[in-house]
């Protein structure tokens, strides 16, 4: 089976321009969840999507949205970017959203902010 | 709310010794899941070993085992033969019940010496 795929692997937007990333889950995994990795802060969770219904929000500001589609398939969204928002993006798919669920981790999409 | 704690930012092992990596949880939720995953330099975080809290037996992986403290919420990571493939941050992570986010630990550097 093919492995979580992210697109675009690198970004680099201005403040203030809007950016929308993708992440394709493995096969057959119907969650998918989202991290903000900096050096400061870790690994910060953004939101959990399961069936197409968002199932978890972290504590980030409403400038941060996330969508899942009907094949699993989710895009996440920031608006108006700040400089603060420079990162690497991570998604993770598993199968269910069970806590005994693995998450397999994507490579990453780093987003450069200027 | 749930919270994990890696105390150690960096360790170093020479290369074939054993390595022991700590990590410290706290939870309200009687049924709940720890992990630990890699993520190497190469950026891509995987899955080491996972342990469910209601078993009392420690999981292992090959060289990888972990001691869990139920009562002390403690749940540490030992490698043992550690080799120069094994250098990378590792992340100790908790999922509790009732579909609660993932929470990861701020991670620990490893690094293997020749």
């Known amino acids: 089976k093919a492995g979580v795929t992210q697109t675009p692997r690198y970004l680099i937007k201005t403040r203030g321009q809007q950016v929308t990333l993708s992440c394709s889950p493995i096969s057959g995994h119907r969650s998918v969840s989202w991290y903000q990795q900096t050096p400061g802060q870790g690994l910060q969770f953004l939101f959990e999507?399961?069936?197409?219904?968002?199932?978890n929000k972290g504590n980030f500001p409403g400038r941060f949205s996330g969508r899942q589609f009907s094949n699993s398939r989710s895009e996440m969204n920031v608006s108006t970017l700040e400089l603060g928002d420079s990162a690497l993006y991570l998604c993770a798919s598993s199968l269910d959203s069970g806590i005994q669920e693995t998450q397999y981790f994507g490579p990453g999409t780093r987003l450069l902010v200027l | 709310a749930q919270t994990v704690t890696q105390s150690q930012p960096e360790m170093s092992v020479q290369e074939a010794e054993t390595v022991t990596l700590s990590c410290t949880y706290d939870?309200?939720?009687?049924?709940?899941?720890l992990f630990w995953y890699k993520q190497p330099p190469s950026r891509q975080m995987i899955l080491v070993i996972r342990q469910e809290a209601y078993k009392q037996q420690n999981a292992t992986e090959n060289r990888f085992s972990v001691n869990f403290q139920k009562a002390a919420k403690s749940f540490s990571l030992k490698i043992s033969d550690s080799q120069l493939g094994d250098a990378a941050m590792y992340f100790c992570a908790l999922r509790g019940g009732g579909y609660q986010k993932v929470t990861f630990g701020t991670g620990t550097k490893l690094q293997v010496i020749p």
């Open positions: 999507y399961f069936s197409e219904t968002q199932r």
């Open positions: 939870t309200s939720e009687s049924d709940y899941y």
